[in-house]
């Protein structure tokens, strides 16, 4: 019996090991950025997050700018709500949306155009 409470002990204490060696810490689980992130922006965009950088960056001015009832603290953007064809994109600010104009020279097509000329400009289709 004293073999069984020993064996059963061990097993717990390798349990409760294993579970806090996979835990991440806060500074871990915390950041703007990523590097396991996938954006689903077009082929022809070569930085991801360079993008993705510049339009947090606008949503932050935009934040400073226009509205101090926007949380600066809870920006976000969502590739799928990214407008290639419109050269626009969505700011959620918590629970708050906005759309904006992307930079004037963001691609917006893959033979170089730009969104300077938004007549010019394709619609993006995920997966192609």
Do not use: W
Not at 47 to 67: F, M, P, Q, V
Request: charged share 25%; glycine share 6%; with cysteine.
């Amino acid at each position: 019996m004293k073999v069984v409470c020993i064996i059963v002990l061990f097993v717990i204490a390798a349990a409760i090991e294993s579970a806090t060696g996979n835990e991440k810490s806060p500074q871990e689980s915390k950041g703007k950025t990523s590097d396991n992130v996938v954006l689903q922006f077009p082929k022809y965009i070569r930085d991801h997050k360079r993008l993705a950088g510049e339009l947090l960056d606008i949503c932050e001015t935009y934040s400073k700018n226009h509205s101090s009832s926007l949380p600066s603290s809870q920006i976000k953007i969502n590739d799928k709500y990214v407008s290639f064809k419109n050269c626009t994109f969505l700011c959620k600010y918590g629970s708050s949306n906005v759309t904006l104009d992307m930079p004037p020279d963001t691609l917006c097509g893959p033979e170089g155009q730009t969104c300077k000329d938004k007549t010019r400009c394709i619609e993006h289709i995920p997966g192609c």
